[in-house]
């Protein structure tokens, strides 16, 4: 019998603990992570749970299973990898308390890439929400519904989703190249930034590890080099209570 346990498939990274592995590992294939396993689907859709685009690290099991199991939440989840037209990858203007910097998604008109999408049960919502900041009047992302035709997400089997959430932040400085490689290249270009964190990667992460005040002052440093730029889906992002324009009422919501 095959071995579908996370460390078998390597899957059980965990960012949160291993900052410069972020956004860890993502799977070759759908699947349903139940526990420490991922097992095959037998379908693409869930019409009771809420489909999640995921640009950084909600697409690793291990990720995921560490925020999911740290709240009690034991329930499987479905991933299921997508082509999605109208989003790509870029990077969070921000410092995350977790010691890395973000990806972000960004509008990228008539591209395609292969994504993942989480259908998350209500509980499951609730959690991955508070893990990106969204409860939060001052959260450095916003869950935000991208409706189709403006974003097109394609299941394996061909058909298509009215829409899907995503999770926005305010700005996009670069792509994302690799946790190691863009903070070397922010910290060769930012003295400012060598200043609050350090000249390594190493560095930058242990310092930035639940330092709220100095996160906080390399997210504004990055505004103040002039590096923040909109991500183009900034206008379906709604006030923190409010209710996305377009999303179906009948999901289950926070």
């Known amino acids: 019998m095959e071995d579908r346990t996370l460390a078998a498939l390597g899957l059980d990274v965990v960012p949160r603990e291993h900052p410069l592995e972020y956004p860890g590992a993502w799977p070759r294939e759908s699947g349903l992570l139940d526990g420490d396993r991922m097992l095959p689907l037998d379908r693409w859709a869930f019409e009771d749970r809420v489909p999640v685009i995921s640009i950084g690290s909600n697409a690793c099991p291990g990720q995921l299973r560490h925020k999911l199991t740290g ?54 919502l609730t959690v991955i929400d508070a893990s ?20 097109r997400v394609e299941l394996p089997d061909g058909s298509t989703l009215p829409g899907a959430y995503a999770y926005v932040s305010t700005g996009a400085p670069r792509t994302h190249p690799g946790q190691r490689p863009l903070l070397t290249n922010l ?32 997210s504004r440093l990055f505004a103040e080099e002039g590096l923040v730029t909109t991500g183009g ?8 209570g409010g209710a996305e324009q377009g999303a179906p009422s009948d999901l289950p919501r926070t």
């Open 132 to 151: 990106e900041g969204v409860p939060l009047p001052h959260g450095n992302f916003r869950r935000a519904w991208l409706p189709a035709p403006d974003v």
């Open 233 to 240: 889906l900034e206008r379906y992002v709604t006030p923190p």
């Open 71 to 124: 709240a009690g939440i034991t329930t499987p989840l479905p991933m299921v990898r997508a082509r999605v037209t109208g989003v790509g990858i870029g990077v969070s203007a921000h410092v995350s308390l977790m010691g890395y910097v973000s990806n972000s998604p960004v509008a990228t008109p008539g591209r395609v890439s292969e994504l993942f999408v989480l259908w998350l049960d209500a509980r499951q």
């Open 187 to 218: 910290l060769a270009t930012l003295p400012r930034l060598r200043d609050l964190f350090g000249t390594t990667p190493e560095e930058f992460t242990a310092r930035a590890r639940a330092d709220r005040e100095l996160c906080q002052k390399g």
